[in-house]
């Protein structure tokens, strides 16, 4: 398995993630997406948004502030219960969630059975808002959901959705993380994308559900070419689960740092309508109860990174990344044979403005064209058109496919037609 030290490398050469604010010795737990890392962040957005809304009739989609009103994280339970134990080694003063120290020894000194008791850590983000003191303590959301659960009246009532349905998010949130590490996968800034599944208060119906999207969620990660045996579930044991949920699974990926969590599948039952105190009237029987959620909640950040590390290969001449196509950041990339003959770089800058108009394509004009290959291997880019001295006289391009990396000829005027159907 590739090491987390070649990702780091790669995502860096490449521009697909840098550290956040470098030049002044960065910050740890902040990561800033180059020109690749924001497209393949947007990929893997719009996949979901697409798979979770625009494919159902069932779910609608929310964009909720980051900052709310205080009392919603006093109401949620989180400002009381959103808490890492934390403990310290007495021989060397690092700090860790207690949870991840095995076997009694810091992950730092190697000392055993030198930490401190336990100590409650909230994980909520402060910051203050106002111009005149005392400023008004707010909070960074620690999960994107309550966004959704203070709106569920007002899109009850603007939209017609009817029980069972589900509203979906992807943004920003931030947790006070302890330990942020293993690059992009625990920061203190980060993206999840959630749908908050609405249900009748009923034991059948909930654990129907439940399974019914424990599967839709695994079942989207292999659709977009994760390796299935790199994937499994992992049940929470009863002290583990959060403060707000019944029922608890981790969909978890096999990474280079050991099984870890992907996304979370929850059953958060009345906790969160009912601690806001909101209830549901049926339009047809006039019922009266608190719906039950089924929650899935992804982070786009990791996901990234488990994409790539699963696209991952190092092959005798060069290093490819298999992502499935519709994550790749390019689609297609155009050369001239030659960079120093203007009549193939003329054609080649056609041919490329016709293709930008339908897929996000690269050109590149640089160093040899196995090179040129090669670097686009590195990155994903499904597609290469190379414009040599046929294409000249019968307006006809090369088409390389990175896997097999088999060249076929196109017309150009087929290329597009020829693209999208592999795309
Ligand atoms: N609303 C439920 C919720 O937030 P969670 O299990 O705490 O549940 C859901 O988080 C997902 O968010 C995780 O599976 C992970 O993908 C992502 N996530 C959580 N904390 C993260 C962090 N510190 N850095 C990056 N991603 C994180």
Redesign the pocket.
């Known amino acids: 398995m590739v090491s987390m030290d070649k990702i780091v490398a790669l995502c860096k050469r490449r521009g697909f993630i840098y550290p956040s604010s470098e030049i002044y010795g960065g910050i740890a737990g902040f990561w800033d997406y180059g020109p690749l890392g924001v497209e393949l962040k947007n990929n893997i957005k719009r996949e979901w948004w697409k798979k979770m809304i625009y494919e159902r009739e069932d779910v609608v989609g929310l964009d909720a502030a980051i900052v709310m009103n205080p009392k919603v994280w006093e109401a949620s339970g989180h400002v009381q219960g959103f808490i890492d134990p934390l403990v310290e080694c007495k021989s060397c003063h690092s700090r860790f969630r207690e949870d991840k120290i095995i076997d009694n020894i810091c992950p730092n000194c190697g000392e055993k059975d030198r930490f401190t008791e336990p100590k409650k850590f909230n994980l909520l983000t402060e910051v203050y808002l106002g111009v005149t003191e005392p400023k008004a303590k707010v909070y960074l959301r620690g999960?994107?959901?309550q966004g959704v659960f203070v709106n569920f009246q007002n899109i009850v009532n603007s939209s017609r959705v009817k029980i069972p349905f589900g509203i979906a998010q992807i943004g920003k949130?931030f947790?006070n993380?302890i330990t942020?590490g293993n690059f992009?996968?625990?920061?203190?800034e980060?993206e999840?994308m959630?749908l908050e599944y609405f249900i009748r208060p009923d034991v059948k119906e909930a654990e129907e559900t439940f399974e019914y999207w424990r599967q839709q969620r695994i079942g989207w990660y292999k659709s977009l070419g994760i390796r299935s045996e790199f994937l499994r579930f992992k049940k929470h044991a009863d002290d583990e689960r959060?403060h707000y949920a019944r029922a608890a699974y981790?969909i978890e990926y096999k990474a280079p740092f050991g099984w870890s969590?992907?996304?979370?599948i929850?059953h958060r039952g009345d906790w969160d309508l009912g601690r806001h105190k909101l209830k549901h009237k049926d339009p047809e029987t006039g019922d009266e109860y608190t719906p039950w959620v089924i929650?899935t909640?992804?982070?786009v950040?990791?996901a990234a990174l488990f994409f790539l590390v699963d696209a991952y290969q190092e092959e005798e001449k060069r290093i490819v990344l298999k992502i499935h196509k519709r994550l790749a950041p390019y689609k297609v990339a155009v050369f001239p044979l030659l960079a120093n003959k203007s009549e193939l770089v003329d054609k080649g800058k056609k041919v490329y403005a016709l293709l930008k108009l339908s897929f996000f394509t690269a050109w590149d004009d640089r160093g040899n064209i196995g090179k040129r290959y090669f670097a686009q291997d590195e990155i994903g880019t499904p597609f290469c058109v190379t414009i040599d001295y046929e294409t000249l006289k019968n307006d006809t391009v090369t088409v390389r496919d990175r896997d097999s990396m088999k060249q076929e000829r196109v017309n150009i005027d087929q290329l597009i037609n020829y693209l999208q159907n592999k795309l």
């Open positions: 999960e994107i959901t949130a947790r993380e942020p992009t996968y625990r920061t203190i980060f999840q959630e959060a981790d969590e992907f996304e979370g929850h929650e909640s992804g982070g950040d990791r």
